[in-house]
Structures are given as structure tokens and as C-alpha cells.
């Protein structure tokens, strides 16, 4: 079983300080320990703790037109089987695009569209073995999952304790390579977040319209 480093990770501490202000990562550079690549999910799974699970009251990814045509067409799934709507307050929608700027835009007044829990986990995830929907069909939240962006468009993490990989890493660029991605794929990522949200936005006004 891996150890979860509580006080001494750095990664922690970085981000116990996001609750407070969201600044951007700034790391350490231990070089990757290559043995810790992979199996903080695969361990986070095993324990429960996996970020595809929720509890009550937990929601789970953020999705846009465009997520959710990725999926119906990967799932073969209607949309009512995996999409679940969350009417929030108009201060509670305020605060979630204050603290996820990248989502703004993805909500129908004040609905957010989701993925659908079932028995305390998304309706995709196989216990023990992971996500069923191949990569390219993923949410754009769950691909940048646990990596975030902040107003400034600056890197940051979510806040997630649990999060076994956060916890477990020494620096970022083992916090990278556990999740095979880099600065420059979260980019693109964020890109096509931002490009989605505004085309969701857009159908919005248009149907209203
Ligand atoms: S991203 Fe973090 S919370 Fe999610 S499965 Fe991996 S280690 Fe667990
Ligand atoms: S779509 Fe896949 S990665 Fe996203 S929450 Fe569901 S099981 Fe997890």
C-alpha cells in the first residue's frame, strides 16, 4: 500500500494555502519517482477514496453539449442516462464560477449539468478497474482532473484532500508524470475547455433567443 504523506508533502501544504487565496503551482523539483507513476489512482481506488466516487451531497464533473455529445456517441448511452441536472442558488453559481472560472458559461440559468452518480459513483466507473469511456470521450474536467486554472489563467490544483496522488507526490513534476501529462497538454486542455464553455454559452443564448 503506498503511504499517504500528509504535513511533509509539499503538494499538501500548497494546497491547504489554495483554500485560502487560489495562486498558481509552484513547485519543488525533486526529480519523479518512477515507482509512484500510475499507482496513486490504482491505490486511490482500492481505498475507496477514488475521485469518481462521491458522497452524499458530493457532485460530480462539470459537463458541457460538447462532453456530453462526446459520450453519448462513445457510450452508445441517451443523455438522461448519464446527465444529471443540479439547480443551484444564484450565490452558490456565483461562488462556482468565482472558484472555477473555466466552467463559467456551463450553466442553464442556474442548472449545472453533471455526471450521474450510482450507488455513490459515476454511472462509468468500474470499481476496481477504472473509467469505462475510452480517453478521447472523457470529460474535459475529468482529463484535467486534479489540475485546475485560477482567473490568471495560472496553473493550480483542486482541493482534494483525499486525493492520494496530491498527497503522494514530492513535487510537480512527478505530480505530472503520475498523471502522464505536462504543462503544455494542460494547456491545450484548458484551451479547449475555455473554446467549449464559450460554445456552450453561445447555444444557450441562441435557444433563449
Ligand atoms: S486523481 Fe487523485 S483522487 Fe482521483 S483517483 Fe487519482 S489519486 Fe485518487
Ligand atoms: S467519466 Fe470516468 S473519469 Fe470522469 S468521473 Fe466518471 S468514471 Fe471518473
New binding site residues.
Partial sequence: MLPVVHDRSPLVRLRRRLLVEPPAVTLPTAPPREDLLGAACAECARQGTC??EVAEGEK??TLSFRDVRRIEEASGLAEHRFVEREELDPLERLAYETFRPLYRGLFVGNVRLG?KPRRG?????ERGR????PPEA??LA?RLYPFDYNLAGELTLVDAPHCLAINEACSERELLRMFGTSRRQLRALRKQTLEEAAEHARLLRHHAG
Fill in positions: 475521485c469518481c460530480l464533473a455526471l459513483a459515476c454511472v462509468f466507473l477504472g473509467c469505462r469511456l472523457k470529460p475529468c
